[in-house]
């Protein structure tokens, strides 16, 4: 069930793939051992003049964000392994440095999220 929005910030004139949500997707199932079908991704982009960090130079900064959903979360090790491989993918997948790459990992999923109105159990 894992869902993820990945929110990149894009460098003027940027081209994106138009296979990137599907490249994403792929990549991330693979780390969290989905199901064909079991991982979604939906990607938003961010256009520079529309992000910013107090004090530093806009122009410099070209982040992607990751919030993801999981009907539940692994122990902190495995979480934490987890994030490293998923930074990593994304990091390749949208040409970014992984230091760059920050994932928000959401509450879990299970009593609080619906699908086409049945609620996570």
Known sequence: MPILH????????????PNLAAALADRAGQ???SEPGGTWVKVSLIASQNYAENLTPSNELF?????????????LPALQAEAAQLAAAVAQVCNRPQ??????????GTGRVAF?????S
């Open 6 to 17: 990945v929110e990149i910030v894009t460098r003027p004139d940027e081209t994106l793939p």
């Open 31 to 33: 780390i969290f051992n």
């Open 63 to 75: 982040p992607v964000f990751v919030s993801v959903l999981k009907a539940a979360l692994p122990a």
């Open 99 to 108: 230091e760059n790459v920050h994932i928000l990992y959401q509450p879990e």
């Open 116 to 120: 086409g109105g049945k609620l996570l």
